[in-house]
Every structure is written in structure tokens, then in C-alpha cells.
């Protein structure tokens, strides 16, 4: 049986009903300020977003200002993904399991300021991509990671003026791929603990706005590994690499 919640409003109207799958799915068109989101998907091929994968699909258009989510994908072969525009908002994610995906788009669409990630994930094989602030103002962002797992592939792209970002990863054979960029205030803590991973950081300083008299980029790594590679640009620069 597959549970559909469809057209999650401000005056969150919900709809059920069964269609011939094994899957669960979650879809969700939202407008409006101070939402509080709570999800657990249990199972195997869970789904969160708006339709598909595919270029015609609108998927998970979210928009509002103090949102809270807590998202829990706990199972194999889960989906996360779609569209979000929101400030002063918060999310704790998590997932469990094997070959999950997770892409979000964050102000893509408009502003995102003030925002806040908890998210650890368990298992191997997950793939996440995430772009926070690529067209839109995004100022503030405070981002921690946990991984524990192989063979995850994460390719993260950064546009926001003022990021902390805490990165932690346990496990071997993780691909790492991240930008961060125009922001004046740049900060990446990051440990590594396991062999093979290839991870590749961008830092680009942006344009120092008035008042403030340096653009930072700071870089902390902690690695304990073997076999790895690690490749790190770092420098005041339009271009991106």
C-alpha cells in the first residue's frame, strides 16, 4: 500500500489513498510562515518530494520563513528531494540505510537566510547533493554533517555569505565533491576517518560587503586515512576551480 499526503498547505490539507506499489511516498506543496514538519518513513523505497526525478516534475515546492523539519528515512533505496525557499529555518535529517538519495535545492528560488542543518547518515552507497543560495540571497549558514558509511558520493555547492560547515565522515571509499563560494566568511572543519576517499574542496572568497574589512576562508582538516586523496582550492577568485 502506498500512503500519499498530497497539498501539505498552510492549512494542511491532507489527502490518503492506495495505488497499485510497494512504496510509500510523500508529496508536498507548501506555502506558508512557521511550519513544523515532523516525518519518519520506515521501510524499503520510501519517497519524499513532488512527482519524479524527471525534468517535467515539480518537485517539493516549499516556501516560508521559520520553518522547522524533522525528517527521518530509515531503510533502503529512499528518496529525498526537490525545491525549498525559506529563511530562518531549521532542519535535522536523517538517514539509515543503503543506497538513499537526497537533492535539495535551497533558494534557488528566493531567499534563504538564517539557516540551520543537523543531518547524520548511516549506511553506504547514499548519494547526496545539495545546493544552498545558487541564484537567490542566502546569508548565514550553520551546517553539521555526520557520516558513517562507505562508498557515499556527496557533492555539496555552498553560496552563502557567512557558513560554518562541520563535516565528519567514518568509513571508506567516500567521494567528496564541494564548493563554497562568494561568501565572506568561509569555514570548513572537517574529519576523515578511512581509506580511499576522494574529496575535492572549492573555497572561493566572494566581494566583502561594507563595513567588513577582510574576506576569510578557513580550512580544518583532521584525517586519519590511507589511500586517500585530497584536493583543495582555496583563494579570492570569480572563477570556480
Given at each position: 500500500m502506498i500512503k500519499y499526503i498530497l497539498g501539505l498547505s498552510l492549512f494542511f490539507s491532507l489527502n490518503s489513498f492506495a495505488a497499485a506499489s510497494d512504496?510509500?511516498?510523500?508529496?508536498?506543496?507548501?506555502?506558508?510562515?512557521?511550519l513544523t514538519l515532523y516525518i519518519d518513513q520506515?521501510?524499503?523505497?520510501?519517497?519524499?518530494?513532488?512527482?519524479?526525478f524527471e525534468s517535467s516534475s515539480a518537485a517539493m515546492p516549499i516556501t516560508g520563513s521559520s520553518l522547522t523539519f524533522n525528517i527521518d528515512q530509515i531503510g533502503n533505496e529512499n528518496l529525498l528531494?526537490?525545491?525549498?525557499?525559506a529563511d530562518s529555518s531549521s532542519y535535522t535529517l536523517e538517514w539509515n540505510g543503503d543506497n538513499n538519495v537526497w537533492d535539495w535545492m535551497i533558494g534557488e528560488t528566493g531567499s534563504a537566510d538564517s539557516s540551520n542543518y543537523l543531518?547524520?547518515?548511516?549506511?553506504?552507497?547514499?548519494?547526496?547533493?545539495?545546493?544552498?543560495?545558487?541564484?537567490?540571497?542566502?546569508?548565514?549558514?550553520?551546517?553539521?554533517?555526520?557520516?558513517?558509511?562507505?562508498?557515499?558520493?556527496?557533492?555539496?555547492?555552498?553560496?552563502?555569505?557567512?557558513?560554518?560547515?562541520?563535516?565528519?565522515v567514518t568509513g571508506s571509499t567516500n567521494n567528496i565533491n564541494t564548493l563554497q563560494k562568494d561568501?565572506?566568511?568561509?569555514?570548513?572543519?572537517?574529519?576523515?576517518?578511512?581509506?580511499?576517499?576522494?574529496?575535492?574542496?572549492?573555497?572561493?572568497?566572494?566581494?566583502?560587503?561594507?563595513?567588513v574589512s577582510s574576506c576569510k576562508g578557513i580550512i580544518t582538516l583532521d584525517?586519519?586515512?590511507?589511500?586517500?586523496?585530497?584536493?583543495?582550492?582555496?583563494?579570492?577568485?570569480?572563477n570556480d576551480s
Open positions: 512504496d510509500n511516498e510523500i508529496n508536498i506543496a507548501q506555502v506558508g510562515d512557521t520506515v521501510g524499503y523505497g520510501n519517497k519524499m518530494g513532488l512527482d519524479n528531494f526537490g525545491k525549498v525557499t543531518v547524520d547518515i548511516t549506511g553506504d552507497s547514499n548519494t547526496m547533493d545539495l545546493d544552498q543560495g545558487s541564484l537567490f540571497s542566502a546569508e548565514r549558514l550553520n551546517f553539521d554533517l555526520t557520516v558513517l558509511g562507505s562508498s557515499n558520493v556527496f557533492d555539496v555547492d555552498i553560496e552563502t555569505d557567512d557558513v560554518i560547515w562541520n563535516f565528519d561568501g565572506y566568511y568561509n569555514e570548513i572543519n572537517f574529519t576523515l576517518d578511512g581509506s580511499g576517499a576522494d574529496v575535492d574542496i572549492n573555497q572561493i572568497s566572494g566581494t566583502c560587503p561594507t563595513g584525517v586519519d586515512s590511507e589511500n586517500a586523496t585530497i584536493q583543495i582550492n582555496q583563494k579570492d577568485s570569480a
